[in-house]
């Protein structure tokens, strides 16, 4: 094994390759693409001066994100959110911090997990997919109208999970 595959930034990368690379295949709609912005990403912070980087992670994120959305950009089309409604990683995460957003992680995987068959897989390709209400639809043989109630339905007990927390 060579020195570069066991320094901090190597083993970052590594850590999170196929986690990066579905990232940006969602973003992209499975573009090929994804694979050159996850390697060109892993370049960036490679090469980076990442020493006082709070959260290392969350600055790759950000790296890949930034391409993505330049891509978009490129190619003519509006970008995504770069990172979805919820920051997998704040970049001035301290120790404290980290552990209150994996707690609070835990509780929107569990409350996921409890919700009907129909209203978790409607949920899921929303807001993991990211597909939209109409291709939903399309896939899972309801209306535009049931997938907004289940979506609805979703989002009331993810939130009545964490104020419950709270």
Not at 14 to 22: N, T
Not at 66 to 92: F, K, W
Request: hydrophobic fraction near 40%.
């Amino acid at each position: 094994m060579s020195s570069a595959a066991s320094t901090p930034a190597s083993r970052l990368i590594e850590a999170c390759y196929g986690e990066l690379l579905r990232f940006a295949r969602r973003k992209l709609g499975g573009e090929h693409v994804a694979d050159d912005l996850v390697q060109e990403a892993c370049l960036r912070y490679a090469n980076a001066r990442t020493q006082s980087i709070v959260s290392p992670r969350a600055f790759l994120y950000r790296i890949l994100a930034n391409l993505v959305v330049d891509h978009q950009r490129r190619r003519g089309r509006q970008a995504c959110e770069p990172l979805g409604e919820i920051e997998l990683v704040d970049g001035s995460a301290d120790a404290e911090s980290a552990l209150i957003w994996r707690e609070r992680l835990a509780i929107l995987s569990r409350a996921v997990e409890e919700l009907p068959p129909r209203c978790r897989e409607c949920f899921v390709l929303r807001r993991f997919d990211e597909l939209p209400q109409d291709e939903i639809a399309r896939r899972m043989g309801i209306s535009r109208n049931m997938v907004e109630k289940h979506l609805r339905a979703a989002a009331l007990h993810c939130a009545r999970r964490l104020r419950e927390h709270d």
